[in-house]
């Protein structure tokens, strides 16, 4: 499985690479208005992370029957306020006000209490950090994903609680959408949980915004149990 990941992310990279000298550059985010744009494309799920591989454990929690169509919104909220939702946005607001990301991805990678978590992480953020540099000729190390999509939009004229609240709301969506692929829950009814996920996530935002590493905590149990048991499934859609 190991190997199989890395030749997936590996290929992910080597085509990014082979492709950068065709790719146009994007004009520039110094305004409001263009890093708005550019923030929606590298949130889209066109954006080639991988995103849609993962369920941050969600996968066996559906299985099991203890997230359901009724009690996804609970999930998530739970997620936002005390799990990966609420570490990630730490993170993020973190390294938009980072001068050491190396050591903040260090962090990052020990806040990850299952290995398929710590390997979501670092292979979105590393293909994140490859598409980027593609973008704008601008080379980043590998990294975490909160960290690298955090480094790359350190520069941008927006509120950091703008910046934070697109990154959760992306997190959310695509947790959305593998339930939408899972249960029966109709595109609708997942975009009408989103739309009700929505002041939550404005209000973590504003609160990350304003964190320092000591912030930086889960108590997310029953999530991180879901990830590990995960890891045993015999047959799963998600990488995690």
Same mark, same amino acid.
């Given at each position: 499985?190991?190997?199989?990941?890395?030749?997936?992310?590996?290929?992910?990279?080597?085509?990014?690479?082979?492709?950068?000298?065709?790719?146009?550059?994007?004009?520039?985010?110094?305004?409001?208005?263009?890093?708005?744009?550019?923030?929606?494309?590298?949130?889209?799920?066109?954006?080639?992370?991988?995103?849609?591989?993962?369920?941050?454990?969600?996968?066996?929690?559906?299985?099991?029957?203890?997230?359901?169509?009724?009690?996804?919104?609970?999930?998530?909220?739970?997620? +936002?306020?005390? %799990? !990966?939702?609420?570490?990630?946005? =730490? /993170?993020? @607001? $973190?390294?938009?006000?980072?001068?050491?990301? #190396? &050591?903040?991805?260090?962090?990052?990678?020990?806040?990850?209490?299952?290995?398929?978590?710590?390997?979501?992480?670092?292979?979105?953020?590393?293909?994140?950090?490859?598409?980027?540099?593609?973008?704008?000729?601008?080379?980043?190390?590998?990294?975490?994903?909160?960290?690298?999509?955090?480094?790359?939009?350190?520069?941008?004229?927006?509120?950091?609680?703008?910046?934070?609240?697109?990154?959760?709301?992306?997190?959310?969506?695509?947790?959305?959408?593998?339930?939408?692929?899972? +249960?029966?829950? %109709? !595109?609708?009814?997942?975009?009408? =949980? /989103?739309? @009700? $996920?929505?002041?939550?996530?404005?209000?973590? #935002? &504003?609160?990350?915004?304003?964190?320092?590493?000591?912030?930086?905590?889960?108590?997310?149990?029953?999530?991180?149990?879901?990830?590990?048991?995960?890891?045993?499934?015999?047959?799963?859609?998600?990488?995690?």
């Amino acid at each position: 499985m190991d190997c199989r990941r890395t030749l997936r992310t590996g290929t992910i990279i080597r085509h990014i690479t082979r492709t950068a000298t065709a790719i146009p550059k994007p004009t520039n985010t110094t305004t409001p208005e263009a890093a708005r744009l550019f923030l929606a494309q590298v949130l889209s799920p066109a954006f080639p992370v991988g995103g849609f591989a993962w369920s941050q454990g969600l996968e066996w929690a559906m299985d099991q029957g203890i997230v359901t169509r009724a009690t996804l919104p609970h999930w998530l909220a739970d997620w +936002l306020e005390h %799990g !990966a939702g609420w570490t990630d946005a =730490v /993170l993020v @607001a $973190l390294s938009l006000q980072a001068t050491d990301h #190396a &050591a903040l991805d260090d962090l990052a990678r020990a806040a990850c209490l299952t290995s398929q978590r710590l390997v979501e992480t670092v292979e979105q953020g590393t293909a994140f950090a490859a598409t980027f540099a593609a973008l704008t000729g601008q080379d980043r190390p590998p990294a975490a994903l909160p960290v690298a999509f955090g480094r790359a939009c350190a520069d941008m004229p927006l509120p950091y609680p703008e910046i934070i609240a697109a990154f959760l709301q992306a997190q959310a969506a695509a947790l959305i959408s593998a339930a939408v692929r899972f +249960l029966p829950l %109709g !595109a609708v009814q997942g975009q009408g =949980v /989103l739309a @009700a $996920l929505q002041p939550a996530i404005m209000a973590a #935002a &504003a609160r990350a915004a304003q964190a320092t590493a000591d912030d930086l905590a889960s108590t997310g149990w029953g999530a991180d149990i879901a990830a590990m048991r995960h890891e045993t499934m015999p047959v799963r859609i998600f990488r995690s």
